[in-house]
């Protein structure tokens, strides 16, 4: 950040006081900035037995599967997100249903909220942001080809909770990267 978006001064980046940690502050209007983790919302939308997951068009992982997911947009729930996130990726309407998978993954100040969702209507498409859709029993899930760890993680659980005949909450940090691609 190298201007104020109030009063276009340029920025420093000091400890303001009170606070514990560098930000963005403009010495001309006294506007601190500060920079928060973004949220992806996502869901983990269910047809009978199998689960909808979108192959990305998009970096980052373009080409990689993943759960339909994507950033919170101001003035919506999380739940909202996820039910945007799937009707824009796999034109997919859901019912988003309980809370699934709350990771946090500090080293790229990111929250992911997975919920459990049902599918409305097994008719999918790829939206623009997905390259492909489809319904996935467990077997038939890419899980060399997915994009994040994250995903994996929120899948994993969602496979052992199905097994056990129980869903519960899983709240956890994620610290590994995804691998290269092709790796």
């Given at each position: ?44 939308a269910e047809w009978g037995d199998r689960i909808l997951l979108c192959r990305r068009a998009i970096e980052p ?13 101001n003035g919506e729930s999380t739940p909202d997100a996820a039910a945007r996130e799937a009707m824009e990726e ?94």
């Amino acid at each position: 950040m190298n201007f104020c978006s109030n009063c276009a001064a340029p920025v420093v980046q000091r400890i303001p006081a009170g606070d514990d940690r560098p930000r963005y502050v403009c010495d001309s209007c006294d506007t601190v900035f500060y920079h928060n983790p973004k949220i992806i919302a996502g869901c983990i939308a269910e047809w009978g037995d199998r689960i909808l997951l979108c192959r990305r068009a998009i970096e980052p992982r373009s080409g990689a599967w993943t759960l339909p997911a994507g950033f919170m947009e101001n003035g919506e729930s999380t739940p909202d997100a996820a039910a945007r996130e799937a009707m824009e990726e796999a034109c997919a309407r859901v019912e988003v249903g309980a809370l699934h998978c709350y990771f946090s993954i500090p080293r790229i100040s990111q929250v992911y909220v997975i919920f459990l969702a049902r599918l409305l209507d097994p008719a999918v498409a790829a939206g623009p942001e997905s390259l492909e859709v489809g319904l996935f029993d467990e077997a038939s899930i890419p899980w060399d080809e997915l994009a994040f760890p994250s995903i994996e993680r929120a899948l994993e659980r969602y496979f052992e909770d199905r097994r056990r005949g129980q869903f519960g909450t899983h709240v956890e940090e994620i610290h590994r990267r995804a691998p290269p691609r092709g790796a």
